[in-house]
C-alpha cells in the first residue's frame, strides 16, 4: 500500500465531500490527508475493528459488506452497497468511536484519501474552520442515506409484508429513529 506525498488541491476542491471549501481551507485540509492505493481483493475496513478514518474514493469501486452472525468468520456476507468515486465511507466510526460496522474491501484497484480522526481532531484544536464544513457535508451526505433508506424499508414492507406497514411497533420504531433524537444532559445540565 504505497503512499503517495501530498493532495492537489484542486483535486480536493472537484469533490464533494469538500464542497464549500475555500482555497486556503482546502490547504489546510489537506496537510492531513494521506493519500493510499489498494488492489483488489484487499480489505480496507474490516467489520467489528476499529478504525477512526474517513476515506475518500478517488478511482475503483470497492463493496460494503457485513456478515450476518460477526463472531463466525463461517456466516454469509451479504453485500450492502457498491461504492464508487466520488464516494466516502467510514463516516461512522470516525465521527463515534465504534467498532466498524461492515468490511470494506476492494473490487478492482483503488486510489483512496484518508483522514484519520487523530488528524482532524488536531485541526478542531486548532479552530480551522474547514473541519466543520467536512462535518457538514457528511450530515448531509448522511441525511441522503437515510432518506433513502427509509424509502427503500417502505418500499420492502410495502411490496413483501403489506401487513407490517400498520404494525404500531413498527411505526413506533420509525417514529424513535426519525423523530424523537434527543441530546441526553449530563447531570450538571451541560450538554
Not at 483535486?11 to 492505493?37: D, G, T, W
Not at 427509509?150 to 423523530?179: A, C, G, Y
Amino acid at each position: 500500500m504505497p503512499t503517495v506525498k501530498s493532495v492537489d488541491i484542486r483535486v480536493l476542491r472537484q469533490l464533494p465531500l469538500f464542497r464549500n471549501l475555500n482555497e486556503s481551507e482546502c490547504r489546510q485540509v489537506a496537510e492531513i490527508i494521506k493519500p493510499l492505493q489498494f488492489h483488489a481483493g484487499d480489505t480496507i475496513v474490516k467489520q467489528g475493528e476499529s478504525s477512526r478514518n474517513l476515506w475518500i474514493l478517488q478511482t475503483g469501486v470497492c463493496e460494503v459488506t457485513k456478515r450476518t452472525r460477526p463472531e463466525r468468520s463461517d456466516s454469509e456476507e451479504i453485500v450492502l452497497a457498491i461504492i464508487e468515486p466520488p464516494s466516502y465511507f467510514g463516516e461512522m466510526s470516525f465521527f463515534n468511536p465504534a467498532p466498524n460496522s461492515a468490511n470494506v474491501r476492494a473490487r478492482t484497484d483503488m486510489h483512496v484519501l484518508r483522514i484519520s480522526h487523530g488528524d482532524y481532531q488536531d485541526l478542531i484544536n486548532e479552530g480551522v474552520w474547514a473541519v466543520y464544513k467536512v462535518a457538514y457535508n457528511v450530515i448531509q451526505g448522511l441525511s441522503d442515506r437515510m432518506r433513502r433508506m427509509d424509502e427503500w424499508v417502505t418500499e420492502l414492507l410495502h411490496d413483501s409484508h403489506p401487513e407490517v406497514i400498520n404494525v404500531p411497533e413498527w411505526n413506533q420504531f420509525r417514529e424513535k429513529m426519525l423523530n424523537r433524537w434527543k441530546v441526553q444532559e449530563s447531570v450538571d445540565g451541560q450538554v
